[in-house]
């Protein structure tokens, strides 16, 4: 499987973005990470379509919206509220299996990640 994201550019804060992450094949367990410089990665949301259930990360809860396109292949990040804070470089990944997981070691394919500044 092969992810490509796009979507991210430079926002003023309180502004939205909408990043997008294509897959190659069909998959059910995706999510969103984010990388700002100096810190480690960390899990933003997940989706997992087969159960039809999602997770955030505490600091994006009732701001960010993870959702699936109808094809499945094709996951969304909407990011509403933005603050200087959630700068930082944005990777899509996946997984096979069940779960909303955020931990990081449990995807193993990743995008290219797409930056996302917000100033």
């Known amino acids: 499987v092969q992810l490509v994201e796009s979507g991210g550019g430079s926002v003023q804060p309180g502004g939205s973005l909408q990043l997008s992450c294509a897959a190659s094949e069909l998959t059910y367990c995706m999510a969103w990470f984010r990388q700002a410089p100096g810190k480690e990665h960390e899990g933003v949301a997940a989706?997992?379509?087969?159960?039809?259930?999602?997770n955030y990360a505490p600091s994006v809860k009732g701001r960010f919206t993870v959702s699936k396109g109808r094809s499945n292949n094709i996951v969304y990040l909407q990011m509403n509220s933005l603050k200087p804070e959630d700068t930082a470089m944005y990777y899509c990944a996946a997984r096979p299996g069940y779960g909303v997981t955020l931990l990081t070691n449990f995807f193993a394919i990743w995008g290219q990640g797409t930056q996302v500044t917000v100033s």
């Open positions: 989706i997992d379509d087969n159960l039809s259930t999602s």
